[in-house]
Every structure is written in structure tokens, then in C-alpha cells.
């Protein structure tokens, strides 16, 4: 490799030859420094480490080399030096690019595998990936978190490195091989490969066996890959791994307030607000992640007894009801001429208009007064009806209206003309909102 190449621009054209110094100066625009696969570390004793074999990309700050290990190397640590680094020694030889060393603090150009952490008495017990010099993973995003097969014939997949993002810190997930994954007793079953909420690798194994299975839902996980296995897979090919990254970065957790879930685990904005109405006897099951609603109950209006007298409206009982999720409330709607009214639960009743007879104020025909309100938050009686007091006929007499007035007339009382029935009370009615 030669020594000096000069400040001169190098540019190497399009199929055209190149020697290895030029080539590996150029590594440096092209491929970040860092481990691109293997590299694992795992105890030996409370002295030695051993190192998989890896791939990386390694610099002196000038040059740059792809640097591939033939072999599993193991490596005396200790507590004075527990950072393992790959750094760069190329002097020449061909076959010497880089020394594996245990330093106590990392160089510029080192690239990181590790820091090693001992228990109290000084023996190695594990490794930090996360350390104040965390281990060099390149930021290729192409790469970030890539699920795939494994160079070993297992059960087990590779995840590459990558970095993700949580509501309050960015992680750092170093490349990795999962847990083992168990095979279906029968038929086929997909497994989701994901990121949990702390950051860390996780299988999903409840998707249904099937000849032709669908994946289980991803109920808001951050899912990186769908692996498809039989219940004779001895390996898993990267033919068998479906690539679903879809982003980068932590999920917003549904806060059941302005935003929920889907049925496919996906955030869409929450139908807060509901209403029901009922104009018959029913029952209301109150909806998830609902724990207050809103009640309007109101009775039956009266009904004219002889074309000359007007019925009263029904009362309207107004409650905020503190209720739970999957609870089942009886609704109860007055009818015409029912004094009992409508009510929901035994939270609130709006009660029916009232029969007079005789009325001591509206002269000698009988009339319905209004109903009355209990339980409500707000209790609104409901208004009395009226009479034709001189006995011609000749007048026109409206009913009294209820809390929802003329239309839809919920609860109003019925109207007279010329002694004639036309128009007849309004049942009540429940309304619930949310």
C-alpha cells in the first residue's frame, strides 16, 4: 500500500482498474468504519473472552479496509483494560491489518467491540455495548435493525445494529442473534421478530398454526420481521424472513384519550364521542375506555282526554354518570300517559306528564300537568297543559312542549282545536353521550 499519496484528487472511473491503495482510500466515502456483521463476545472464564469471527471496516483516518476473521479468537481482559478493540496495525504484511486488543481506553480510529464488566471479586461476568465508548456500529440505515438468516445452521436469526428512538431516550440495539425460536407441533406458524418499549429483541410465537397461517396481529409493537417456520424447519433462510420495517422509531402509545388502536394494532385518531338514543326499552353496554356519560332522560307527554284539554310534557332528568367499560344499564322509556317516565338505571328518571282531576286552576275539564325529574344533575319539570275554559270550542290549544321542543317533540304534550284531538302526545326518550 503505498505511503504517500499526496493532496491529489483521486477519481476512479467506471470499469476501470484500480489498485487496492486507491480502492481503500475511497472506502472511507463509501463504507462507514465499524463491525457490519458477527463480533459477538461471550465469557470464557472470569479472564477470557472470545470473539466470533466478524466482518468489519477498519482505518488508520487515511486508508481503509474491509477486514474479515477466519476464526474465533479468545482474549485475556481484566478490569484495568476492559474495553476490546479492533485497531489498526497494517505495516505492510499483507496478512496483518489489525490487532485484537484489550486497552483501557479506546483510540480515535478503534473500532469497539465491547467493554467487559466484572463482578465484585474481579472476574468477567458480561459485557456493555453501551459503555461511554459504545461499540462501533455503522449508521447505515438500509442495515438498521435488519432481521436475517444467521451464518449457522439454527433456529435463531441475526438482527443487525441499530438505534431507537422511545419517548424519552434514543437506544442503542447492538447487532445480535435472537432467542431460539420453537417450531409448531404441525403445519406452518409465523412468528413477528420485534422491538419491545424498553428496546430490547423480542419474539412473538402466538400467530394460529396453519397450512397457510396469517401473521398474529401486531397490536402496536414495532415489528421488524415476519418468520415464517414449518414444524420440520432445522434452519432458518433468509427465504423464510419477510422484511416489514416500516419505521425507525418507538410507537406513540394510545392513550385511550385522542388516540387508540385498530383492529390491525395500527394508531388512528379515537371516536371519542358517542351518542345512542333510545326510544324503547333497551339496555346500554357502555363502550371501552369510557368511564363517564352523559344522560338526558325524558318522560312521556300527556294525552288529551276530552278535545278540550291539553297534556303536559314529560320532565327531563340531566346526569353525568360515572359508569365502567363492558357495564350493562337498563333503559327505560316512559310512554304516553306514564307517570313512571324514563329512566336510566337507577341513576335518573324524567317522569311522565301528570293527570289533574279535576284542576282546581284550569276550571272544570281535566288536564295533565307536567311530570317531574329526579336524580339529575340538572331537573327540569316538565311544562303543564292547557284548557279550552269557556267550553265553545273555538280555541286553539297547543301542548306543552318538552325539553327537545317541537322537534323532535320527545315528552311534549298533545294539542287541541275546536274540542279535536290533532295532535297526539310524544313518548319520551333516553339519550346517552360520550
Not at 18 to 45: H, P
Not at 84 to 99: F, H, K, M, N, P
Not at 198 to 214: L, Q, R, V
Not at 336 to 351: L, M, R, W
Request: proline share 4%; hydrophobic share 40%.
Amino acid at each position: 500500500m503505498p505511503a504517500d499519496v499526496g493532496s491529489q484528487t483521486i477519481t476512479v472511473l467506471y470499469y476501470s482498474p484500480a489498485n487496492s491503495g486507491i480502492v481503500n482510500k475511497r472506502f472511507q466515502d463509501i463504507r462507514q468504519v465499524g463491525i457490519y456483521s458477527g463480533g459477538y463476545l461471550t465469557v470464557v472464564d472470569g479472564t477470557h473472552a472470545l470473539l466470533s469471527t466478524l466482518i468489519s471496516e477498519i482505518s488508520d483516518g487515511t486508508y481503509q479496509v474491509r477486514l474479515e476473521t477466519g476464526a474465533a479468537v479468545n482474549l485475556v481482559v481484566g478490569a484495568a483494560t476492559p474495553y476490546i478493540v479492533l485497531r489498526w496495525t497494517y505495516s505492510g504484511a499483507i496478512t496483518d491489518y489489525a490487532e485484537l486488543l484489550a486497552v483501557a481506553t479506546p483510540a480515535a480510529h478503534d473500532v469497539v467491540v465491547g467493554l467487559c464488566t466484572f463482578d465484585g471479586g474481579g472476574a468477567l461476568n458480561g459485557f456493555n455495548y453501551q459503555a461511554a465508548y459504545p461499540r462501533t456500529t455503522p449508521s447505515t440505515k438500509d442495515l438498521f435493525l435488519k432481521v436475517e438468516a444467521t451464518s449457522d445452521t439454527e433456529l435463531r436469526v441475526r438482527i443487525r445494529a441499530g438505534k431507537f428512538q422511545t419517548s424519552g431516550a434514543v437506544v442503542d440495539i447492538s447487532d445480535q442473534k435472537s432467542d431460539l425460536f420453537v417450531v409448531p407441533g404441525s403445519n406452518s406458524r409465523v412468528y413477528l421478530v420485534y422491538v419491545t418499549d424498553a428496546g430490547a429483541i423480542a419474539i412473538d410465537s402466538t400467530g394460529t398454526i396453519a397450512a397457510s397461517p396469517s401473521p398474529p396481529a401486531y397490536d402496536g409493537k414495532m415489528v421488524l420481521a415476519e418468520v415464517t417456520l414449518a414444524s420440520t424447519s432445522t434452519n432458518i433462510a433468509d427465504s423464510m424472513i419477510k422484511d416489514v420495517r416500516g419505521f425507525l422509531s418507538s410507537k406513540v402509545v394510545s392513550d385511550d384519550v385522542s388516540i387508540e388502536l385498530n383492529a390491525e394494532g395500527k394508531l388512528q385518531v379515537k371516536a371519542y364521542h358517542g351518542i345512542q338514543t333510545f326510544t324503547i326499552n333497551g339496555t346500554f353496554t357502555v363502550p371501552v375506555g369510557i368511564n363517564q356519560v352523559k344522560v338526558i332522560c325524558t318522560g312521556g307527554g300527556g294525552h288529551i282526554i276530552d278535545g278540550k284539554t291539553t297534556g303536559g310534557s314529560g320532565a327531563t332528568a340531566i346526569k353525568w354518570c360515572l359508569v365502567t367499560p363492558g357495564d350493562n344499564i337498563v333503559v327505560t322509556v316512559g310512554a304516553i300517559n306514564t307517570i313512571a317516565g324514563s329512566s336510566f338505571g337507577a341513576f335518573c328518571t324524567g317522569g311522565g306528564a301528570k293527570n289533574i282531576n279535576p284542576s282546581p286552576l284550569k276550571g272544570v275539564y281535566d288536564y295533565w300537568e307536567g311530570g317531574d325529574a329526579t336524580g339529575g344533575d340538572i331537573n327540569i319539570p316538565g311544562g303543564d297543559g292547557g284548557n279550552d275554559t269557556d267550553g265553545s270550542g273555538g280555541e286553539e290549544s297547543m301542548g306543552a312542549a318538552g325539553y327537545w321542543g317541537s322537534a323532535p317533540g320527545w315528552g311534549g304534550g298533545s294539542a287541541a282545536h275546536n274540542k279535536t284531538v290533532f295532535v297526539s302526545g310524544v313518548a319520551g326518550v333516553v339519550v346517552v353521550e360520550w
